[in-house]
């Protein structure tokens, strides 16, 4: 049973495609491996489509918080900040909906948050003890998504560009962007910062021991 103020501590990582804010997650990851740490990312929670045509997914603006499912991730969260198990969803790129399969989450001390809009729901901030944003310049965001669509996505150049022309920047520059007022922490140049990266691990620290976490002896409890 765990006592009345010991509760994992969630830290949320946002920023625009290509931000580098996945490269700061695993910096804090990398740095408070010492607990039990997992990161959970809101990719895992786009809307389950499956009664929807290819055709009609094509056409979903991925870069709106309407494609999201917030209540779903924002139930999981709280049953992980209950020390529950959740049943994380899968999201398939290929086919463009949820996936059947799901993955057992156990609840771990140090929960990062990591995805574009996080911050965009006062629900989901309520639940953050640190909010971070990762500020990166438009060009080099474009060229970060453009060699990770086409290295690990199989998407073509033109195919990349043109979301990027038509939905990406656009929805970073009316939703995204915006939520940068919610954060407490603006890091720019990502996880090549270490100062801002020392500085966040050292918050945590102080609120992991302040609510009686523990070090663990090994990696094996660490998730991402």
Known sequence: MNEPNKRPIVIGVTGGSGSGKTTVSRKIFD????YSIMILQQDSYYNDQADMTMAQRDAVNYDHPMAFDYDLLIKQLKQLLAYQTIKKPVYDYQSKTRSS???????????????????????????????????TDDDIRLIRRIRRDMNERGRSLDSVINQYLSTVKPMYHQF????????????????????????????????????????IDDNQDATI
């Open 176 to 215: 995204v962007e915006p939520t940068k007022r919610y954060a407490d922490i603006i890091v720019p140049e990502g996880g090549q910062n270490q100062v801002a990266i020392d500085l966040l691990t050292t918050k945590a620290r102080s609120i992991l021991r302040r609510r009686g976490g523990h070090q």
């Open 31 to 34: 740095e408070l491996s010492a």
């Open 101 to 135: 399969r799901t993955i057992d989450q156990p609840p771990r001390e140090v929960i990062i948050l990591e995805g574009i809009l996080i911050l965009d729901d006062a629900r989901l901030r309520d639940l953050m003890d640190i909010k971070v944003f990762v500020d």
